[in-house]
C-alpha cells in the first residue's frame, strides 16, 4: 500500500472508533493507540508508523467486537495482535 492510502485506512478506522465510543464502549479499549501518540493527520510520521497504528487499532477494533457482540472470532482479534506486534518491531 501507498502511504497516502495507509493515511486514508487510518481515518476511517478512527470515524470507526468514534462511532464505538458514542455507542457506549470504553475508552480503555483504545488506550494502546492512544499512547502512540499518532494520528491519520501526521503525515510526517514514517509510513511503517503508520501501519503499526492501523494494526493496533484493528486489534482493538476486533476485540471489542469480539468480547461485547460477539461479531468477530476471538481467533481474529488475536491474530491481529500479532500483527500489531510484528509490525512494532520494524517501527522501532
Known sequence: MYKDELLHLHQ????LIKFLLDNGVSKKFFQ?????????????????????????????ISTVLAE???????????RLGELAERCNTEVE
Open 12 to 15: 476511517l478506522l478512527i470515524y
Open 32 to 60: 494502546e493507540y492512544n499512547d502512540l501518540g499518532i494520528s491519520p493527520h501526521h503525515i510526517h510520521k514514517t509510513k511503517a508508523e503508520h501501519k503499526h497504528a492501523i494494526f493496533v487499532l484493528s486489534h482493538s
Open 68 to 78: 461485547n457482540n460477539e461479531i468477530v472470532p476471538q481467533s481474529v482479534a488475536k
